[in-house]
């Protein structure tokens, strides 16, 4: 029952793309930047798009983040093994004056 | 460089409470909002609310408002978060995570903190 929506899962095969979906509304996506954080659990979350389509510098230009109304989307090319992962979108929630996230998405490299 | 270093696992038996601290370094610690997270077993991130290490000033998601108090010593750039009344579905990992600016992303991240519920 996450503020976002998201897949609970997706795969793929060594060097394919996979595309990842996150869904809101005008009070949180609609209004306020996207951003992206790929969870190995165990680690801490790495900040993965910013901005709803900006990498940070080490981000390898394998993902890419885009947004169109109340939606966003994670796109990965080229899967390699070490994507594996759980991938969360998140955003400003302007009635909570907070951060929502999506429920998560674990990618599975088959 | 930017580094959160937080406090050690913790066991608690529920209704206890727990506190978990966050050591900021690299940068000055009252500009930067710090921002509390958490991933439960089985279950995603999860925000909790955040505090500005300048005034004290905080805003706590509605599920924990009660239960949660985020505080700070400025004399030692620390940050930290209570959680009372614990219940065994309060075992998570515990994050704090910094924003580059008040409705932006995180960019920095402590290393996480286990609490675990358990009789």
């Known amino acids: 029952q996450s503020v976002l929506t998201q897949p609970s899962s997706a795969s793929g095969t060594p060097g394919q793309g996979v595309t990842i979906s996150c869904s809101g509304s005008?009070?949180?996506?609609?209004?306020?930047?996207v951003n992206w954080y790929q969870h190995v659990p165990g680690t801490a979350p790495k900040l993965l798009i910013y901005?709803?389509?900006q990498r940070p510098s080490g981000v390898p230009d394998r993902f890419s983040g885009s947004k169109s109304g109340t939606s966003a989307s994670l796109a990965i090319s080229g899967l390699q093994s070490e994507d594996e992962a759980d991938y969360y979108c998140?955003?400003?929630?302007?009635?909570?004056?907070?951060?929502?996230f999506g429920g998560g998405t674990k990618l599975t490299v088959l | 460089q930017v580094q959160l270093m937080q406090s050690g696992p913790e066991v608690k038996k529920p209704g206890a409470s727990v506190k978990v601290s966050c050591k900021a370094s690299?940068?000055?610690?009252?500009?930067?909002?710090i921002h509390w997270v958490r991933r439960a077993p089985g279950r995603g991130l999860e925000w909790m609310g955040w505090?500005?290490?300048?005034?004290?000033?905080?805003n706590y998601a509605q599920k924990f408002q009660g239960r949660v108090t985020m505080t700070r010593d400025t004399s030692i750039n620390t940050a930290y978060l209570e959680l009372t009344r614990l219940r065994y579905d309060d075992t998570a990992v515990y994050y704090c995570?910094?924003?580059?600016?008040?409705?932006?992303?995180?960019?920095?991240w402590g290393q996480g903190s286990l609490v675990t519920v358990s009789s």
């Open positions: 690299g940068y000055t610690f009252t500009v930067y909002y």
């Open positions: 998140a955003a400003w929630e302007d009635s909570l004056n907070g951060v929502v």
């Open positions: 901005r709803d389509d």
């Open positions: 505090l500005n290490p300048n005034t004290g000033a905080t």
């Open positions: 005008s009070s949180n996506i609609g209004s306020n930047i």
């Open positions: 995570a910094r924003p580059p600016s008040y409705f932006a992303w995180f960019d920095s």
